[in-house]
Nanobody, 121 residues
Framework: VQLQASGGGLVQAGGSLRLSCAAPGRTFSTYSMGWFRQAPGKERDFIGAISGSGGMTYYADSVKGRFTISRDNAKNTMYLQMNSLKPEDTAVYYC???????????????WGQGTQVTVSS
């Protein structure tokens, strides 16, 4: 599965940003997807996952209540809406595809390229 993330940029603390992850192909709705992020000098961390139908979501505690994952299967696109951004949210954000129940453990079938998000204080 080829994944392409976009939408990163520079935003002030407290602001919002929406990332997109496009996955061309007729089987988009059959697989779960997720978002990860990697800050400089740190490991890549799980942010959240969404099932193929969009009916199930799961988030890391660090973003719960601020970030929302959604998907539009008609457009073969997943989204990450990020609100109340903090400087510590600064990282390269990656989208991924895999099994919903093991994505939180970093077991990913396909990675997209990253998109940089920078939150200024």
């Amino acid at each position: 599965v080829q994944l392409q993330a976009s939408g990163g940029g520079l935003v002030q603390a407290g602001g919002s940003l929406r990332l997109s992850c496009a996955a061309p192909g007729r089987t988009f709705s059959t697989y779960s997807m997720g978002w990860f992020r990697q800050a400089p000098g740190k490991e890549r961390d799980f942010i959240g996952a969404i099932s193929g139908s969009g009916g199930m979501t799961y988030y890391a505690d660090s973003v719960k209540g601020r970030f929302t994952i959604s998907r539009d299967n008609a457009k073969n696109t997943m989204y990450l809406q990020m609100n109340s951004l903090k400087p510590e949210d600064t990282a390269v954000y990656y989208c991924a595809a895999g099994n919903f129940y093991v994505l939180p453990r970093g077991r990913v079938d396909s990675w997209g390229q990253g998109t940089q998000v920078t939150v200024s204080s």
